[in-house]
T-cell receptor
Framework: DSGVTQTPKHLITATGQRVTLRCSPR?????VYWYQQSLDQGLQFLIH???????AKGNILERFSAQQFPDLHSELNLSSLELGDSALYFC??????????????FGEGSRLTVL | AQSVTQLDSQVPVFEEAPVELRCNYS??????LFWYVQYPNQGLQLLLK??????LVKSINGFEAEFNKSQTSFHLRKPSVHISDTAEYFC??????????FGSGTRLQVQP
């Protein structure tokens, strides 16, 4: 158990809809990262938050957004969903922003299926 | 920019045989290197990491990886695999302040 909690574990929805994925980082971790894992794209970095502030963006679509709340949990919002958004979405946390090893602790992921 | 290449998408191997999973990286600055493992229906777990010092790093379950700066490689090896090692293995690199960049993964299939 990594200590990172993601909900829901599975989600099935239709094209054009909007969903919210939730992540609770390990106790004490200030950094939250979101990754998308799909068969054709592999594991892609989406966005990084540190202590409530956005720190870096990766390959995140404009239809997607995220935020980190004062209690450090994070939400990834996916809107106007398309078939190609079907993927496994991982949240990961780490303790230290720029110092330290950069080791990430991953949740078990949220599997999104868009029909 | 940093990138990671895992040339082998799948590696079938018989139980108790040795295995090597290849990883090459590209970065203009010094890096930290990682191997993560993903078992079916689970998240990624750290297997081992290279930060500095000895170029040979080992995990608790018999895997080892060697950092080779001249060849920009960080290949993962195990002298004798078990059925339970069947999983997907991801090599990852961290350069500077950037988030971890992952390779495309190698599926290790251990056959009896």
């Amino acid at each position: 158990d990594s200590g990172v909690t993601q909900t829901p574990k599975h989600l099935i929805t239709a094209t054009g809809q909007r969903v919210t994925l939730r992540c609770s980082p390990r106790s004490g971790d200030l950094s939250v990262y979101w990754y998308q894992q799909s068969l054709d794209q592999g594991l892609q970095f989406l966005i990084h938050y540190y202590n409530g502030e956005e720190r870096a963006k990766g390959n995140i679509l404009e239809r997607f957004s995220a935020q980190q709340f004062p209690d450090l949990h994070s939400e990834l919002n996916l809107s106007s969903l398309e078939l190609g958004d079907s993927a496994l979405y991982f949240c990961a946390s780490s303790a230290i922003l720029n110092r330290g090893t950069g080791e990430l602790f991953f949740g078990e992921g949220s599997r999104l299926t868009v029909l | 920019a940093q990138s990671v290449t895992q040339l082998d998408s799948q590696v079938p191997v018989f139980e108790e045989a040795p295995v090597e999973l290849r990883c090459n990286y590209s970065s203009s600055v010094s890096v930290y290197l990682f191997w993560y493992v993903q078992y079916p229906n689970q998240g990624l777990q750290l297997l081992l990491k290279y930060l500095s010092g000895s170029t040979l790093v080992k995990s608790i379950n018999g895997f080892e990886a060697e950092f080779n700066k001249s060849q920009t490689s960080f290949h993962l090896r195990k002298p004798s695999v078990h059925i339970s090692d069947t999983a997907e293995y991801f090599c990852a690199v961290k350069a500077g302040r950037r988030a971890l960049t992952f390779g495309s993964g190698t599926r290790l299939q251990v056959q009896p």
